[in-house]
Each structure stands twice: as C-alpha cells, then as structure tokens.
C-alpha cells in the first residue's frame, strides 16, 4: 500500500488505489434484519456490489422490494450484488453453515476492532428503529461488537455502520494484498 500511494505521489496521479476482485479467502456477508428505510438498504446493496459481498435481508421490511428508492438507492448496481430476502435470520445460518454471525449494536460491550474476523464472517445488523433484540447482544455476547461514539448520542446511520465493519473486516482478511492499481471515483 505505501509503495502504489508513494508512486501516484511521483507521478502526481492523485487518485487512489482501489480493490479489484476479493481473494479466494474473501468470505463476508452482510445481514440486515428488517431494515425500514429504502435507501439505506439500497446503499447497502452497492457498498456490497463495490466489495463482492454476499447481501441478505432478512424479515419483515419496512418498504417493498419493489419501492423505487430502494431500487435508485442501489443505482445501475443490482446486477452485481448477490442478495435475497429471507424470512429469518435461522433461514441464513442454514445456508452457511460453519459461518461465524457477528451482532452490531450499540449495545455491545467490545468493539468492531477489538477481534480478528475469521474467513466466513457473517455481520448482521439491525433495524434503523430498534436495532437488534437485546437477548441476542446478551445471548451471544462474545460475538456483540460495536462502533465506538460519543456518550449520549443514539446510533450511525445503518449504512454508514456497515461501511465501517465491513471495510475493517476485508482490511483484516485481505490486507494490502487486495489493493491494486488506481483510478475510480469512490464518491459517487
């Protein structure tokens, strides 16, 4: 990584290297248990199109699939994510098994960095409106992590959290090996 921003430096092409396909061991998925707001999701869905994350959502929605700010949120971007809307989060350990879950909430008690993620990583979320089920941060407490923030303040936006995770666990897993090349507009 030092060395490709080094170059771009000496050749002042100021953009920034970006990730090309995941590595073999790049095993992440996203979980969102009944997200309320289109356009998060929507946003979620291209993040995981961007990064080759495999997408569930899961439950009842606060939008229909077919809401058009869902659609727009996730722009021209859907072709490339790999998603589906399950009814339980039971629905989703069955088809990974062996898969590590890892509850985001401002609940937690450890933070997002304070592990190391394993290959088959799931990071599940919670609603915009009441996150996820406190029995759940309770039950799995080990597995509970959480973005730290400034006392008093309620919680990040869903997308954004995602973002955070997600870009620490492929940081983990794949390092600066994932990092090639250059170019790409990472803002629009």
Not at 78 to 104: E, I, N, R
Not at 154 to 168: D, H, K
Request: aromatic share 10%.
């Amino acid at each position: 990584m030092v060395l490709l921003v080094a170059d771009a430096l000496k050749t002042n092409d100021r953009t920034t290297p970006e990730f090309t396909r995941p590595p073999a061991g790049h095993q992440l998925a996203v979980v969102l248990v009944e997200p309320q707001i289109p356009q998060n999701a929507g946003n979620i869905a291209r993040l995981c199109a961007c990064t080759a994350t495999e997408l569930f959502v899961v439950g009842q929605l606060g939008f229909r699939l077919s809401d058009r700010q869902f659609e727009r949120a996730g722009l021209d971007y859907w072709q490339d994510v790999s998603w589906q809307h399950v009814a339980d989060f039971k629905d989703v350990l069955a088809q990974k098994p062996g898969w590590t879950p890892y509850f985001l909430s401002t609940k937690a008690k450890q933070t997002y960095t304070a592990i190391a993620y394993p290959t088959k990583s799931l990071l599940v979320f919670g609603s915009e409106t009441h996150g996820l089920p406190a029995w759940l941060i309770d039950q799995y407490a080990a597995n509970s992590l959480r973005i730290p923030m400034l006392e008093g303040q309620r919680s990040l936006n869903l997308s954004n959290s995602v973002s955070i995770v997600l870009y620490e666990a492929m940081r983990q897993l794949a390092g600066s090996a994932q990092l090639a090349g250059s170019g790409g507009n990472q803002t629009s």
